[in-house]
């Protein structure tokens, strides 16, 4: 969704989460011609250049090396400095996208990112205010004893041997996230659907404070609960991680205009199948 409003006039202007709105600033052809990763879809698109994609599970938000590419978020070049991908369209031009957040390769749904630098950087800055709403579903095994829950934890966050692990022990990080109960699935399975909204943005922070009060996320290779998730693999043939980066939602000014803009990433069918 995206919607509009001219202080003057104070009109807006589109409302569709998953229809791409008008873009005559930056071009339809610009998105229409991204090449996209396996399975990416663009979610929408306002005048401005920003944009909102899903990224399904297994694809990485950006590549890390080129033999990474064709399992990107977009198969095309990308400038680790800058935070841009970088191709050629069919015409021959040179085009770029900048991201603007990222989500673990494992974690699925919406993904920002704008067409122009100065657009880049002014929602970058929306993130580092903690201006953007961002809303998670995430399966666990087990059920909160409460249906709603303020989470606060220290976190301590460690590079090793070029992989990032965080812990709840010696940290000093704040990290704090709203918890909420979507739905308990049928009893046999002893599975619970949560929201998460995160208000700060650590490193692995839903998985670990999931796990740290025994609600692993299934499918959590890291921080979950492995006899678990390997019952559960062989019998739902999938080892994803059940986290999905379902809505996210802010406000921003551009050219001394207001823009509000909203994208929403569908929970996928593999979720539903257990609830």
Known sequence: MVRRHDRSARQFAGDDVHV??????????????????????????????????????????HPNQKSDQPLSLLDAHYALDGEFYQWKDPAGADRKLWLLNRLDS????????????????????????????????TL?????????????????????????????????????????VVRVGRKQTKLTLMKLEPKTGRSHQLRVQCAKRHLPIVGD??????????????EAGTKRLFLHSFETSFGYEWKAKEYTFAAKAALPAEFEAWL
């Open 140 to 180: 666990v095994f087990g059920t909160p004893p409460k249906s709603v829950e303020l989470w606060r934890d220290l976190l301590a966050v460690e590079k090793r041997g070029g992989q990032i692990r965080t812990a709840t022990h010696a940290g000093h990080m704040p990290a704090e996230s709203r918890m909420s």
């Open 20 to 61: 791409l709105l008008s873009v005559s600033k930056v071009g339809k052809s610009f998105w229409e011609a991204l090449p996209l990763g396996r399975e990416v879809t663009l979610l929408t698109a306002d005048e401005n250049g920003l944009a909102a994609f899903n990224k399904p599970a297994g694809v990485l938000s």
């Open 106 to 137: 494992a974690t699925s749904g919406v993904i920002l990112a704008a067409a122009s630098q100065d657009l880049a950087n002014e929602i970058r800055a929306q993130f580092k205010r903690k201006q953007v709403r961002k809303v998670y579903h």
């Open 221 to 234: 290779q890291t921080y979950g609960d492995f006899a678990r998730n390997r019952a559960f693999a062989k």
